[in-house]
């Protein structure tokens, strides 16, 4: 796939009714944005104790929470309803089917929000129905397509939906399991990045670079080095999911740090400058190194706070890669060229910045709070900006090629 060819598309029906609901992306992606955009200052208000949080979890909890199984789980629903038509040939999930899916995930939304009215349990049936039927969904078409390959996405959405299943026990006094929960959440959404952008940023990468520069060494194939660097996220994740402050969860993390940073060296990023749709993924990918090799040089040196690598992990990998692929799907699938506008290269450049200063307010002394606010306005401004400029192409159908849409 090229930097101007589209993405392929699978074989959708024609919908009579909303555009929005004839692929799985146009809503989970434009739902996912707005509700990224809401839910940081919601968090830093109530974390500065200027309004109540209506939440039964306690406002970091909630946070960790709802930036995991809320909106990172919905962007993967967008992803996954997207490529699985492409991977087993079979038709995607559209119009009323969708919208159920759509519903069950906003309501989960709503009861987390609002648990102290709701109650903790009917905030978990609430809350746990979507992972639910969404792993149902995917179970089903990746089974009857047969295609064994993915199946380790079904892994995935089990860990997402145990994960969130601990943090609910928690909320409802069962056991103390939010933390280790929300772990599970934010090391399942790590290993997605690493497994699924080894595939898309040296096939994108290459795919391009044979159009545009033809002169410049291709990124290395899939080999050993790559199997290494897999093999050893797994483990750092594992470790600092079961055993935190353990002796061994440091250094396989810094050795994942490492193997990440050789197998993003072989990806031939620097040759993408010229395209933001490209070097965003790389970034973020970096950002997925960065943040392994601070968890661990953090835990045996502890010079800054635990959530300064956490936030390297999650605003700046998790931040940069979910918007990229949400960027980039959206435009391949909705006729548009694969080429980043002023619009969306703003887009990166605020996640960016939200991750940068997220990192930094720990070491702002009396700044905090302020800096704190200004990633929280980054962050919220990159979804928002996101969510403004794709509303059109969200919500509308699909163009055709001739009509030659300005980038975005």
């Keep these: 796939m090229s930097g101007h060819n589209v993405t392929p598309i699978p074989r959708y029906r024609s919908q009579p009714g909303l555009a929005l609901l004839s ?18 200052p919601l968090w830093v208000a109530a974390f500065v104790g200027l309004v109540p949080l209506p939440a039964t979890l306690p406002p970091v909890v909630w946070h960790v929470h709802e930036m995991v199984f809320g909106y990172a789980a919905a962007t993967v629903a967008g992803f996954l309803l997207t490529a699985i038509p492409n991977w087993t040939g079979r038709m995607p999930l559209q119009g009323g089917p969708l919208a159920i899916l759509v519903v069950l995930w906003l ?4 009861a987390m929000l609002l648990s102290s009215y709701t109650g903790a349990s009917a ?14 969904v ?9 295609n064994w390959r993915n199946l380790p996405m079904l892994a995935a959405l089990t860990f997402l939906l145990g994960g969130n299943a601990l943090v609910h026990l928690d909320a409802v006094g069962v056991a103390d399991t939010a933390a280790v929960g929300n772990r599970i959440g934010v090391a399942t959404l790590l290993m997605l990045i690493s497994f699924v952008g080894g595939r898309i940023i040296p096939s994108f990468t290459r795919n391009w670079l044979v159009k545009q520069r033809p002169d410049v060494r291709l990124p290395a194939v899939f080999n ?16 600092w999911v079961l055993a935190p402050d353990g002796v061994v969860m440091p250094w396989v993390c810094l050795a994942a740090g490492v193997a990440l940073c050789l197998r993003l060296a072989r990806w031939r990023g620097l040759a993408t400058l010229r395209e933001p749709l490209l070097w965003v993924l790389h970034l973020g990918y970096g950002w997925l190194a960065v943040g392994f ?4 040089l953090n835990a045996l040196v502890p010079w800054l706070p635990q959530t300064t690598a956490l936030h390297a992990l999650t605003a700046g990998a998790a931040g940069c890669m979910t918007l990229a692929v949400m960027t980039r799907t959206t435009l391949g699938h909705t006729g548009r060229p694969l080429i ?5 290269t703003t887009v990166y450049a605020l996640v ?21 606010w200004l990633a929280g306005m980054a962050w919220s401004s990159a979804f928002g900006l996101f969510a403004l400029l794709y509303l059109r192409p969200l919500m509308f159908p699909r163009i055709a090629r001739e009509a030659s849409p300005r980038p975005i």
Excluded at 107 to 110: D, E, H, I, N, W
Excluded at 293 to 296: E, Q, T, V
């Design 352 to 372: 960016t910045l939200a991750a940068v200063l997220r990192l930094l307010a720990p070491l702002g002394g009396a700044q905090y709070v302020a800096l704190l």
């Design 138 to 146: 995917v179970a089903r078409e990746i089974i009857a397509g047969r």
């Design 107 to 110: 309501a989960g939304r709503a």
């Design 224 to 239: 050993w080095v790559d199997r290494v660097a897999l093999v050893l996220t797994a483990i750092a994740l594992a470790a």
């Design 293 to 296: 090799l601070l968890l661990g």
């Design 123 to 136: 905030a978990a049936a609430l809350d746990l129905a979507f992972p639910l039927v969404f792993l149902a």
């Design 23 to 40: 692929a799985g992306f146009r809503p989970f992606f434009l739902l996912s944005a707005i509700w990224a955009s809401l839910a940081i």
């Design 340 to 344: 980043a506008g002023p619009g969306t």
